[in-house]
T-cell receptor, first 115, second 111 residues
Framework: GAVVSQHPSWVICKSGTSVKIECRSL??????MFWYRQFPKQSLMLMAT?????????EQGVEKDKFLINHASLTLSTLTVTSAHPEDSSFYIC???????????FGQGTRLTVV | KNQVEQSPQSLIILEGKNCTLQ??????????LRWYKQDTGRGPVSLTI?????NTKSNGRYTATLDADTKQSSLHITASQLSDSASYIC??????????FGAGTRLTVKP
């Protein structure tokens, strides 16, 4: 299957700082990328849908000014957690589709710990 | 209420044994149903994907079934191995490509 790479795989940051997570589709062009958050022993929760060249669509309850998403190219989307707080500590996962109604491939996830 | 319900929430089996995981869904309009395996601290990896017209699909020791009439799916794992220990997530996609995730079943295979 296609490969989606996330970077970094883990990060520790201080409260109040910003952290950028990258999601790359390595062998296909992803018109749509999705960002999820997963708390321990819970399922993935969709945060936002990112379409190349346009603004991301955020799920209800997700602050767009706090979780900045940029999908500047067909192979790269970034999620920036701004002014991070300890409660933002979580596992963040991206997925990418080559086109509508096609298979979704997931990145390996990023473990964010805010201290 | 979650539109994709998985059971059991967790399961412990001995190595070599078989097991079956269940997924019931209420989402519509249905497009496809996928089973993913998620190792701890990793992203989900696709096991099977089934459309409305497919009743069963196998991937090695994993066999998924789908009954679109009753909106039920199962994932059967044969001759379990220690490496099968993971969370198994059922994901139902709507026609607009919106995906709904089940909470997952945490499987532990013990020697």
């Amino acid at each position: 299957g296609a490969v989606v790479s996330q970077h970094p795989s883990w990060v520790i940051c201080k409260s109040g700082t910003s952290v950028k997570i990258e999601c790359r589709s390595l062998d296909f062009q992803a018109t749509t990328m999705f960002w999820y958050r997963q708390f321990p022993k819970q399922s993935l929760m969709l945060m936002a849908t990112s379409n190349e060249g346009s603004k991301a669509t955020y799920e209800q309850g997700v602050e767009k000014d706090k979780f900045l998403i940029n999908h500047a190219s067909l192979t790269l989307s970034t999620l920036t957690v701004t002014s991070a707080h300890p409660e933002d500590s979580s596992f963040y996962i991206c997925s990418a589709n080559q086109g509508a109604w096609t298979e979704a491939f997931f990145g390996q996830g990023t473990r964010l710990t805010v201290v | 209420k979650n539109q994709v319900e998985q059971s059991p929430q967790s399961l412990i089996i001995l190595e070599g044994k078989n097991c079956t995981l269940q997924c019931n869904y209420t989402v519509s309009p249905f497009s496809n149903l996928r089973w993913y395996k998620q190792d701890t601290g990793r992203g989900p990896v696709s096991l099977t994907i089934m459309t409305f017209s497919e009743n069963t699909k196998s991937n090695g020791r994993y066999t998924a079934t789908l009954d679109a009439d009753t909106k039920q799916s199962s994932l059967h794992i044969t001759a379990s191995q220690l490496s099968d220990s993971a969370s198994y997530i059922c994901v139902v996609s709507l026609n607009n490509n919106d995906m709904r995730f089940g909470a997952g079943t945490r499987l532990t295979v013990k020697p």
